[in-house]
């Protein structure tokens, strides 16, 4: 089964949609500059609210690991998402310090950005678009032809960049990743979801993960 992360996660509401359509994991963005920035109260809320039942991720650029460690003590955050220029070293102390498993995410522009995750022996890797000037979230979508160079690894692939129901399940036959993850794709406008989207969006997965080709 093709696991899914729901990212860009603001509200209350919409965590608790997701983790009741079967939600692996829920994505909250502590990058002040995103659009789908999550507030420290709600997230914490939203961990306190949903903790031993489904993956509450953390998303950071570049924070200090100061910020990180009490961010995930005080948002009850199982799972570290690094979307910008952290190195090997600050993954590990990262997990050291919080106990949370982590992610590293790597915008994909060319197949050197694919191979250089090889240096990441993280507990998950996580693919995007490559958009100037952002840090994920775009909508845009990569050259899934990439993501194949990632198979190699043991460390499971989580997919993400411009995934809307109506090509997740094309993306899952084309790549086989272990999880995927939609941010724009679910969305009414950013940061809130839109309830038929999310709904449709798992039921995508459901039908590309049942198909004899998902399966051969």
């Not at 949903?50 to 460690?69: I, P, S």
């Not at 000037?133 to 411009?162: H, K, M, V, Y």
Request: charged fraction near 20%; aromatic fraction near 6%; charge should be negative.
């Amino acid at each position: 089964m093709t696991q899914v992360k729901v990212c860009g996660i603001t509200r209350s509401e919409d965590a608790e949609a997701a983790a009741e359509l079967g939600a692996w994991a829920l994505g909250l963005i502590f990058w002040p500059h995103s659009p789908r920035a999550c507030t420290p109260e709600v997230a914490e809320e939203i961990g306190q609210s949903l903790k031993r039942t489904t993956e509450v991720a953390g998303v950071f650029v570049n924070a200090t690991l100061d910020e990180v460690a009490g961010l995930a003590d005080r948002c009850y955050l199982t799972l570290l998402q690094l979307h910008g220029d952290e190195g090997p070293a600050y993954c590990r102390e990262a997990a050291r310090r919080t106990g949370c498993r982590v992610m590293k995410a790597v915008q994909v522009s060319s197949a050197a950005s694919v191979d250089g995750l090889r240096a990441y022996p993280t507990d998950f890797h996580l693919l995007d678009a490559h958009v100037p000037g952002s840090r994920g979230g775009t909508g845009q979508r990569f050259n899934w032809e990439l993501a194949r160079r990632d198979r190699g690894l043991t460390t499971p692939l989580i997919l993400s960049g411009g995934l809307t129901p109506d090509n997740v399940g094309e993306a899952i036959t084309a790549v086989h990743p272990w999880g995927v993850d939609s941010a724009s794709g679910t969305e009414a406008s950013p940061g809130i979801k839109d309830p038929a989207r999310l709904q449709a969006f798992f039921r995508a997965v459901e039908a590309a993960d049942s198909s004899p080709v998902a399966t051969a």
